[in-house]
Nanobody, 114 residues
Framework: QVQLVESGGGLVLAGGSLRLSCAHSGVISRSTGVGWYRQTPGQQREWVANIILNYTNYASSVKGRFAISRDNAKDTVYLQMNSLKPEDTAVYYC?????????WGQGTQVIVSS
């Protein structure tokens, strides 16, 4: 069974940093893509970054400020978020797809205060 559990969200001042974690069940290997998404009230969920093997991609809005990584020994994918802006405020989710099925975590709230 695939389970994703996010943590690490919180309240931070603009310019600050947070590191989000996505702990996943062991069926997700390093060759399985894992992505981070975010959503604000009334808006569609927005892709932020993804990682597959050692390849990473970022949305233009976060490129240069966020970094996605994974620790395969800990079955965890991270999102290091630096130079946070108020517009980064959202609920952040991690997602993976296995055998054509999408799996999402429950989300973790990030609030960036100016």
């Amino acid at each position: 069974q695939v389970q994703l559990v996010e943590s690490g969200g919180g309240l931070v001042l603009a310019g600050g940093s947070l590191r989000l974690s996505c702990a996943h069940s062991g069926v997700i290997s390093r060759s399985t893509g894992v992505g981070w998404y975010r959503q604000t009230p009334g808006q569609q969920r927005e892709w932020v970054a993804n990682i597959i093997l050692n390849y990473t991609n970022y949305a233009s809005s976060v490129k240069g400020r966020f970094a996605i990584s994974r620790d395969n020994a800990k079955d965890t994918v991270y999102l290091q978020m630096n130079s946070l802006k108020p517009e980064d405020t959202a609920v952040y989710y991690c997602r993976t797809n296995l055998l054509g099925n999408d799996y999402w975590g429950q989300g973790t709230q990030v609030i960036v205060s100016s």
